[in-house]
């Protein structure tokens, strides 16, 4: 139930590239998606989140698309950049449990030049 | 900007004996976390403090696990008697209010047991 799903586990993108990463939730209690980006040997850094009354979000190159009935959200990078190469993080919280994330399992981006 | 700090960057202890984990969230944050991230796998919460106290803990959080804040600026995670399993990376994160946007996580303290 508290399960979040992420894929694929490594994605490989040319520079200019559109980046695609999926992510599935099975508890429809959840109301907060963020997602995470994290650099080897720092801490995740919040990249961009939705709240699921609205089924998008876009903040620069980077876009989240999220589907209630489906519960399934997904983050877009348009016009990827090797800069943008790191490790990223989907993540679901529910208000009411101090807003604990349960993370997916991380997907590996590499955006070669 | 402000930080999350968290000593030490890398932490080699042999299994059995205690580790503590040190973390200085920012100033004026009132909420609390720790996570870990085993190698390769992905970020998992531990527990969440707030006023003082544990508001919430995983299941992973278990007897020989606890978190302190000494002395209004601290926040520490014991792990008394260390197992193998315990070697992960662990997380920091602190809020100003109970929701996620003001989360902001340190860069961690590798923990290795030996």
């Known amino acids: 139930q508290q399960q979040v799903k992420q894929s694929p586990q490594s994605l490989i993108v040319q520079k200019g590239g559109i980046s695609i990463i999926n992510c599935a939730y099975e508890n429809t209690a959840f109301d907060y998606f963020p997602w995470y980006q994290q650099f080897p040997g720092k801490g995740p850094a919040l990249l961009i989140a939705?709240?699921?009354?609205?089924s998008e979000k876009k903040e620069g190159r980077f876009t989240i698309s999220f589907n209630k009935s489906a519960k399934q959200f997904s983050l877009h990078i348009m016009d990827s950049q090797p800069g943008d190469s790191a490790t990223y993080f989907c993540?679901?919280?529910?208000?009411?449990?101090?807003?604990?994330?349960?993370f997916g399992k991380g997907t590996l981006l590499t955006v070669n030049p | 900007e402000p930080e999350v700090t968290q000593t030490p960057s890398h932490q080699v202890t042999q299994m059995g004996q205690e580790v503590i984990l040190r973390c200085v969230p920012i100033?004026?944050?009132?909420?609390f976390y720790w996570y870990r991230q085993i190698l390769g796998q992905k970020v998992e919460f531990l527990v969440s403090f707030y006023n003082n106290e544990i508001s919430e803990k995983s299941e992973i959080f278990d007897d020989q696990f606890s978190v302190e804040r000494p002395d209004g600026s601290n926040f520490t995670l014991k792990i008394r008697s260390t197992k193998l399993e315990d070697s992960a990376m662990y997380f920091c994160a602190s809020s100003p209010f109970s929701i996620p946007n003001g989360y902001t996580f340190g860069s961690g303290t590798r923990l290795t047991v030996v």
């Open positions: 993540a679901a919280s529910l208000e009411g449990s101090n807003y604990k994330l349960t």
């Open positions: 939705i709240r699921p009354d609205v």
């Open positions: 100033s004026n944050h009132l909420y």
